[in-house]
């Protein structure tokens, strides 16, 4: 009992018992009689503050954070200097929302015991919240001082130095700290999360890995460093650390999810589901993880799973965007799903993002000025985006159109964000942005037309679309597998082949439709030359497919055991990154043998080199495009190699993708009617060799000169199309 407090009498019990009989029953459950219990002693001893301040503890235990606020300032009252009081209540604020109230406990709790590095922790904690990040930062700084190898108030380093603009600042500082203490490994890792914050990935990593190092057997800081990796081009290596870190933590489901994540990049998408069934094993259902778990599932071919899994997350979860942004990204993928589901599905993702508070945006419509084009993407990159996108910006007329890059720091070894960087005004780093922030950013840039490159995927940036980043939004490319759904996306940008008119009202945009087709593409100068039709020597014709397996439903496997069955001798030659995984490979294979096929007339292929990925084409005489969701990128592959494709669109703008290309190529003759017509166009196509000969030889010139790659062209185009947008508003 504290001095002053009450006289016991022996005829009476105890204050002090009947106080932690008051404790133990708050501890049991029997909250309401134990407050009581605490109230009552504090009205018959005034003078006496600790029922005061168990009573407070208990309240704010059961998130009565009013009346917790309320306990402790009677605490205060009759002791102003009770340091436990004192910080409680300025945690309590802070919760509350209220963090310039917090600051008065805060800082007279920090002059009456400034070696407490919590107080000042929670000191910064308050100044944050307040908005007051350079105050902040100095109360983290004297936190770490206070405990120099406590890693939470590195995390929290970081934050203000980035708000507070000082991040530059604040990693040389960490640096010289370093070469002070050099055996801290705190130092490198503040310094890691700040250069991480700033886009500076590899200075970020060589300071994590210094941490590493220097605290081999701790938790946090290999945890940390695969973090940053996972964000980088560093598959590899982000692999390699997690499974480090779960050896040090192994019962992490937060690192068993970014494991798996991590090995969806690497395209192991059989070893990333089996890792996030056990995660749900041993945890129980959990949004995240079942959403990871959709996109795992649904890359391995067994689409129907993988939208019950997106389903189950959102049952979960309906409130939240991811959930609805997983159904967006599967369903695609399922065979039957018509346009009116995906655009409800879309809307419904789309309506969950926050909206926020920013002002609506006023411009000038001026017909003929200059124009600011903000293109809104991750992939930037070699990258079927970047593939299909860059030359037609770079044969905007740079009079008419300046761009502005919104991604993450370019890959300097990158020929294609070359490309983007050399045409753009400027490349601004925003992959640690916020979306309230980055929307900010994009409004003060002046930009007059944002194109979203990203859609409703992983590292998309939709969420800033909703909040108007600026007068003018459009979706183009980069998951666009359908209408966004998102009421502030102005248009859809997209051409006759892909949205007839009959298929207009599946959309929630305005259709911008180019004169030719809906892209451009770039044919790398790496590409192998065309070999002559390989059933010359081959004897036999050889079909193909080259998409992701995501794409091939049960429907189309037993399309192309017909085609195959009716080709006497004919090959099937299947090459997709998850067809690398031996048990993928055998279960396809197994497909196809249960339909009656010589498992030695398919052969499964995984990734490759992208020269060694072209150079298979030539051993391909057809195509067989994937349904409902069709190739895009490797269409336009296919037909630079000389490759034709058979393909069947339907209503779904996924549906659609070779159509176009094989259109604006001036291939339509190879577009399905439906389905018998497909299996019949490939069966005919495969009996005229001669056909085929003169078609080989041909391609790659028409092709070149089509629409397709007419890089000029196709940026008048869009040039007109952005004019188009803007005058109409």
């Not at 105890?14 to 459950?29: F, H, T, Y």
């Not at 002791?79 to 004192?86: G, S, T």
């Not at 000082?166 to 370093?178: D, H, M």
């Not at 990734?607 to 057809?622: M, Q, T």
Request: glycine share 6%; proline share 7%; net charge neutral.
């Amino acid at each position: 009992m504290p001095d002053g407090g009450p006289a016991i009498q022996l005829t009476s019990p105890s204050p002090v018992l009947e106080l932690n009989r008051a404790i133990g029953l708050d501890r049991l459950g029997q909250t309401a009689l134990a407050r009581d219990l605490m109230r009552d002693l504090a009205n018959r001893m005034p003078d006496w503050d600790e029922p005061l301040l168990r009573l407070a503890q208990s309240l704010r235990t059961g998130c009565d954070l009013a009346a917790a606020v309320d306990a402790y300032r009677a605490v205060l009252a009759l002791n102003p200097n009770h340091e436990q009081a004192l910080l409680a209540s300025g945690a309590v604020l802070i919760e509350t929302g209220a963090p310039r109230d917090a600051m008065t406990p805060l800082l007279r709790h920090c002059a009456i015991a400034p070696r407490r590095p919590d107080a000042w922790s929670t000191l910064g904690r308050a100044y944050m919240e307040a908005k007051e990040p350079t105050l902040a930062m100095a109360a983290f700084v004297r936190a770490q001082r206070l405990a120099p190898r406590d890693l939470s108030y590195a995390h929290h380093q970081a934050d203000a130095a980035i708000a507070a603009r000082c991040g530059e600042f604040e990693v040389v500082r960490l640096e010289t700290l370093s070469e002070r203490d050099p055996l801290n490994p705190v130092p490198h890792i503040a310094r890691g999360l700040i250069l991480d914050r700033l886009g500076l990935l590899d200075p970020a990593i060589d300071a994590l890995e210094a941490a590493v190092t220097l605290a081999p057997a701790a938790k946090e800081p290999i945890a940390i460093l695969a973090g940053v990796l996972s964000r980088s081009s560093r598959a590899r290596q982000a692999e390699d650390a997690l499974r480090k870190a779960r050896l040090l933590d192994p019962g992490s489901p937060r690192l068993m999810n970014d494991h798996a994540a991590v090995l969806m990049r690497l395209h192991r998408h059989a070893e990333a589901r089996v890792l996030l069934r056990d995660v749900l094993y041993e945890n129980g259902p959990h949004a995240p993880v079942l959403c990871n778990l959709a996109s795992a599932t649904a890359c391995l071919g067994l689409q129907d799973e993988a939208v019950e899994l997106a389903r189950a997350a959102i049952a979960l979860e309906p409130e939240t965007v991811l959930p609805r942004r997983a159904l967006a990204n599967t369903l695609p993928y399922q065979d039957g799903v018509t346009g009116a589901v995906l655009l409800r599905a879309a809307r419904d993702c789309a309506d969950l993002l926050p909206r926020g508070d920013l002002p609506p945006l006023s411009c000038s419509r001026a017909r003929d000025r200059p124009l600011t084009i903000g293109l809104l993407s991750g992939t930037l990159r070699t990258h079927p985006v970047g593939w299909l996108t860059v030359a037609g910006f770079e044969h905007l007329d740079p009079e008419a159109f300046q761009i502005v890059c919104l991604s993450r720091a370019p890959e300097p070894a990158d020929p294609i964000a070359w490309r983007f960087h050399t045409r753009a005004r400027s490349w601004e780093n925003v992959s640690m942005l916020s979306d309230e922030a980055l929307t900010r950013h994009a409004r003060e840039l002046g930009i007059d037309i944002v194109i979203d490159l990203g859609g409703h995927g992983d590292a998309a940036r939709m969420a800033t679309c909703a909040r108007r980043m600026a007068p003018v939004q459009i979706k183009w490319v980069g998951m666009q597998n359908h209408s966004s759904g998102l009421a502030e996306m102005d248009w859809f940008l997209t051409d006759r082949w892909e949205t007839p008119p009959a298929l207009e009202s599946l959309y929630s945009e305005r259709l911008l439709r180019m004169q030719d087709g809906y892209v451009c593409y770039s044919p790398p100068p790496h590409a192998p030359d065309v070999a002559p039709v390989p059933a010359l020597h081959n004897g036999f014709v050889t079909f193909g497919c080259f998409n992701n397996i995501a794409k091939i439903v049960p429907r189309a496997i037993a399309a192309w055991c017909e085609i195959l069955h009716a080709v006497t001798g004919s090959h099937l030659v299947l090459k997709t990154h998850q067809l690398g995984d031996a048990p993928t490979a055998v279960r396809f294979l197994d497909s196809f043998v249960k339909q009656g096929i010589d498992p030695s007339r398919i052969e499964t292929r995984g990734s490759s080199p992208h020269r060694a990925f072209l150079a298979s084409y030539n051993e391909i005489d057809i195509v067989l495009d994937p349904f409902p969701y069709s190739g895009g990128l490797t269409t336009c592959e296919a037909l630079w190699m000389g490759v034709p494709t058979v393909t069947l669109p339907g209503e779904t703008f996924a549906s659609r993708h070779s159509a176009s290309h094989l259109s604006n190529a001036g291939y339509a003759d190879w577009v399905a009617r439906d389905l018998a017509d497909y299996k019949a166009k490939a069966v005919a196509r495969a009996g005229d060799l001669d056909g085929l000969v003169v078609l080989r030889k041909a391609m790659r010139a028409q092709v070149r000169a089509s629409p397709l790659c007419d890089a000029p062209r196709f940026g008048r185009a869009l040039g007109m199309a952005l004019r188009h947008a803007w005058l109409a508003g």
